[in-house]
Nanobody, 119 residues
Framework: QVQLVESGGGLVQVGGSLRLSCAASGTIFSINTMGWYRQAPGKQRELVAAITSSGSKNYADSVKGRFTISRDNAKNTVYLQMNSLKPEDTAVYYC?????????????WGQGTLVTVSS
């Protein structure tokens, strides 16, 4: 099995910064895409940012220029640097990892970490 451990959420004021981390461990054969999603109260889960094994990045329009995704392949860890935070960034942020386990497809989710931006 694969486990994802997230950290870095919390309470921050408008304009502040947070850095989320997600470390994957377990029966991982290879990782292709690592990403961050978020879900605000009463809303659907949405993609925030994703990064492939080759380093290609994709961002939601709402976070472009403010958030930066990166990964450390040696540590199977993905990061999300969030700057200039806004109240509308308040949500539970989930890490997602896709690739291959030893005998099956890998599509794992973290437990979620709450980010609250106060005005």
């Amino acid at each position: 099995q694969v486990q994802l451990v997230e950290s870095g959420g919390g309470l921050v004021q408008v304009g502040g910064s947070l850095r989320l981390s997600c470390a994957a461990s377990g029966t991982i054969f290879s990782i292709n895409t690592m990403g961050w999603y978020r879900q605000a109260p009463g809303k659907q889960r949405e993609l925030v940012a994703a990064i492939t094994s080759s380093g290609s990045k994709n961002y939601a329009d709402s976070v472009k220029g403010r958030f930066t995704i990166s990964r450390d392949n040696a540590k199977n860890t993905v990061y999300l640097q969030m700057n200039s935070l806004k109240p509308e960034d308040t949500a539970v942020y989930y890490c997602n990892v896709r690739g291959r386990e030893v005998f099956r497809t890998l599509d794992a989710w973290g437990q979620g970490t709450l980010v609250t931006v106060s005005s």
